[in-house]
C-alpha cells in the first residue's frame, strides 16, 4: 500500500473571474521508502500540490479529490485535529527559501526547540526538559552535517549563510521523526558542492531511515541525482510520470522532452554553442489557461484533438497524458 | 590582433579602518586576462570569491586599487565614464528587480540613450524599436512596463537594455539563475545568436556548469579573490590542474553521473 496516494486532486481559486482550476487532476502516489520528485516550473502548482497534502490552503478554496489517502485514511474526511495529527508527526515540510520561512524574531534554538513534540522527552522538571531539547537540538544538527551547533543555536537566521540556514531547516523538519519528507526546492539558489552536501544527506536519510522524500523542484540535475520516480507537471496537470532511468531514457510527452532538453548536461553529443532546444512562449497565467491540454499553445506536436483534454494512459508503469505521444506513432 | 578586453595585474583592496590600524577584510589578487571579440568567458567560484566584484570593476562600479583595463588596447581611465559604459554593459541577476516599475520600457530604454548619446528624440524611439524587435520582442512593447511582461520578456528587456548602446563586451552577471529551464533555454539561445551576430564579447558569472561548458569558450576559476586557474572550457573540465577545481567538476559531474 503507498504511503501518500492521491487522485484526481482538483483546486478551484476564486478569482476575479470565476473559479478558476488550479490544479486539474493530480495523480501522485508515494510508496515507502521511495524518493519522488515532483518536477515542474514556476507557477506549475507545485507548491500548491504540497500546500494541499499539509491542509495548508485557504478555506474558501475548493479542494476536491478522488482519493487522498495516508496510509488507507482519508485525509480529505477526517476531522482537523486527526489531520493535524497526522501532519505534526508523521510528515514534514521543508519549505522554499529558508531565509524567510524561518522566524527572524527568534534564535534557532528556540525554533528548533518548538518543533521537538512532548512525546520525546522525559517527564521532569521544566529545566531538565529544557536541557533534553537542547540535547535532542543538537544530535540533530550534527546529523544534518552543521557542525558548529552552539553558533548556530544561538544565532538569528539573518546571521547565517543561506545554506546553513537551508540544513536547519531540513534538522528541524526531521525531529520529529516523520515517515515523509516533503522538500520543496531544497537546493535552490545553492552552489553546486553545497547541493550535493544537502542531496547526500538526503540520499543518506533515505537509506538509513527508510524516510519517503518527495523532492519538488525544477532542478533537473539534482533530481536525477536523488530520485527514483519522476512526475512532471505543466499548470497544474500531470504530465508524465514514471521510473525517473525510463523517463530520462525515452520520455513520451512533449514537455518532458523539452525540460530534458534544456539542461545541457545531460546532453554530451552537443556541440558546444549549439542552440538549445526549446519550447516557444511562456507558461499561461492562471487567468488565460487554453482548455483541454494546456501545453496545446506551445507544442510542437499539437493537432486538432488536443483542445480535449487527453486521458490517462500508461504502459506498464510510466503513465502518460498526451494524444500524441513521442515514440509512439499511430499505427 | 589587439584582443577586444585585456585585464592587467587588476587588484583591489577593501579596508576597513576600525580604531587603530589598518584591517585588511578583502583582496583581489592581481587578475589578469583578455578576452578577444565574438569570445565567451565565464567566470566561476564559491560565494564570496570575489566573482561579482570583478564584474563590477569592469563595468566601473568600483574603482580598482591597481592594474589596468585596456579596451581595443587603449586604457580606460575612470574619469572618461561614457566611452567605458558604451562599451561595456551589465545584466544583472534578478531582471525583475533592475527594472524600474514606475517607467515604461520605452523611456528605461532611453535613459542610456539620452545619458550616452546624442541622438535626438525620434532616432532615439528608431534605435528603442530596432533593439526590441532584435532581442524577439514587438515595438509595441515601449508602453509596456515591468509587471505586464513575463519572466522570459523581462529577461530580453535586461538584455535589450545591454545591447542598446551597441556594446563591445556585455558582462552578466548570474543571468539564468532565477529562471525556468524552458525560458533559460530560450534566453541562451538569444544570447548566443546576438553574439554570433553582433561579434560581441560575453563574459558571465554562473553556477550553473552545464550551462558554462556549453556557451564559453575559456573559463577563469577564482577562489578568496585569486585566480586560480584559466584556460580552455574542454581543458578545465577534462584535466582540472588545482584541487579547488577538481572538487567543483567532480561535484558537477556527481551530478550527472549516476550509479545505479
Not at chain 1, 538526503?202 to 523532492?215: D, E, H, M, Q, V
Not at chain 2, 554562473?206 to 564559453?216: A, D, E, P, T, W
Request: glycine residues 6%; hydrophobic residues 40%; contains cysteine.
Amino acid at each position: 500500500m503507498p504511503l501518500l496516494d492521491i487522485k484526481n486532486l482538483t483546486l478551484e481559486i476564486d478569482t476575479a473571474l470565476g473559479w478558476v482550476k488550479a490544479l486539474d487532476k493530480i495523480n501522485l502516489s508515494i510508496d515507502s521508502k521511495e524518493v519522488r520528485a515532483l518536477v515542474g516550473e514556476s507557477g506549475s502548482g507545485k507548491s500548491l500540490i504540497v500546500k494541499s497534502i499539509v491542509g495548508a490552503l485557504p478555506d474558501r478554496w475548493r479542494v476536491t479529490a478522488d482519493r487522498m489517502n495516508w496510509k488507507g485514511r482519508d485525509l480529505l474526511s477526517m476531522s482537523d485535529t486527526q489531520r493535524r495529527n497526522i501532519t505534526r508527526n508523521e510528515m514534514s515540510v521543508v519549505l522554499q527559501n529558508p531565509t524567510t520561512t524561518l522566524d527572524p524574531s527568534a534564535t534557532l534554538g528556540e525554533q528548533i526547540g518548538e518543533s521537538i513534540p512532548d512525546s520525546m522527552l522525559d517527564k521532569g522538571w521544566f529545566w531538565q526538559r529544557r536541557a533534553q531539547r537542547h540535547t535532542i537540538a543538537m544530535q540533530q544538527l550534527h546529523k544534518v552535517g552543521i557542525r558548529n551547533h552552539e553558533l548556530c543555536l544561538s544565532s538569528y537566521p539573518h546571521q547565517l549563510p543561506d545554506d546553513v540556514c537551508q540544513k536547519f531547516a531540513i534538522a528541524m523538519a526531521l525531529v520529529s521523526d516523520p515517515k515523509l519528507l516533503i522538500a520543496d526546492n531544497p537546493t535552490m539558489g545553492m552552489e553546486t558542492t553545497t547541493k550535493i552536501q544537502v542531496l547526500r544527506l538526503l540520499a543518506k536519510l533515505n537509506k538509513t531511515r527508510g524516510l519517503s522524500i518527495l523532492f519538488v523542484s525544477h532542478d533537473l540535475l539534482a533530481i536525477s541525482a536523488m530520485a527514483d520516480t519522476m512526475t512532471v507537471l505543466y499548470c497544474g496537470q500531470t504530465v508524465e510520470s514514471g521510473r525517473m532511468s525510463q523517463i530520462k531514457r525515452r520520455p513520451l510527452h512533449p514537455y518532458t522532452q523539452a525540460l530534458l532538453d534544456s539542461a545541457p548536461s545531460f546532453r554530451r553529443d552537443l556541440p558546444p554553442k549549439a542552440a538549445l532546444s526549446c519550447l516557444e512562449g511562456t507558461i499561461p497565467t492562471l487567468q488565460h489557461l487554453p482548455i483541454g491540454c494546456r501545453l496545446g499553445p506551445r507544442c510542437p506536436r499539437a493537432q486538432k484533438d488536443c483542445v480535449k483534454m487527453p486521458a490517462v494512459r500508461r504502459i506498464h508503469d510510466h503513465h502518460y497524458a498526451c494524444h500524441f505521444p513521442l515514440h509512439r506513432d499511430k499505427p | 590582433m589587439t584582443p577586444l578586453l585585456t585585464v592587467n595585474n587588476l587588484t583591489y583592496c577593501k579596508k576597513v579602518r576600525p580604531w587603530l590600524g589598518k584591517k585588511e577584510i578583502f583582496r583581489l589578487a592581481p587578475v589578469s586576462f583578455e578576452l578577444k571579440a565574438g569570445e565567451t568567458m565565464a567566470i566561476m567560484g564559491e560565494n564570496g570569491s570575489g566573482k561579482s566584484l570583478l564584474a563590477k570593476l569592469l563595468v566601473g562600479v568600483e574603482r580598482p586599487s591597481g592594474g589596468n583595463i585596456l579596451l581595443n588596447g587603449e586604457a580606460l581611465s575612470h574619469s572618461n565614464k561614457q566611452q567605458r559604459f558604451r562599451a561595456i554593459r551589465m545584466i544583472f541577476q534578478h531582471s525583475k528587480e533592475s527594472l524600474n516599475p514606475a517607467l515604461t520600457l520605452g523611456s528605461l530604454l532611453e535613459e542610456p540613450l539620452i545619458l550616452n548619446t546624442d541622438l535626438d528624440a525620434p532616432s532615439r524611439k528608431k534605435k528603442i524599436e530596432l533593439t526590441l524587435t532584435q532581442v524577439g520582442m514587438l515595438p509595441e512593447h515601449q508602453y509596456f512596463y515591468r509587471h505586464m511582461l513575463s519572466e522570459g520578456q523581462r529577461q530580453r528587456v535586461a538584455v535589450a537594455r545591454a545591447l542598446i548602446l551597441n556594446p563591445q563586451i556585455i558582462v552578466a552577471d548570474e543571468p539564468f539563475a532565477a529562471l525556468d529551464p524552458s525560458v533559460r533555454s530560450q534566453t541562451v539561445n538569444l544570447l548566443m545568436k546576438l553574439q554570433r551576430d553582433l561579434g560581441l564579447g560575453f563574459i558571465f558569472i554562473s553556477h550553473n556548469l552545464g550551462i558554462v561548458r556549453h556557451i564559453s569558450d575559456r573559463i577563469l576559476v577564482l577562489a578568496d579573490g585569486n585566480v586560480v586557474e584559466s584556460g580552455k572550457t574542454d581543458v578545465i573540465f577534462n584535466w582540472p590542474k588545482s584541487e579547488y577545481t577538481q572538487r567543483l567538476i567532480q561535484a558537477y559531474q556527481a551530478l550527472i553521473t549516476r550509479d545505479d
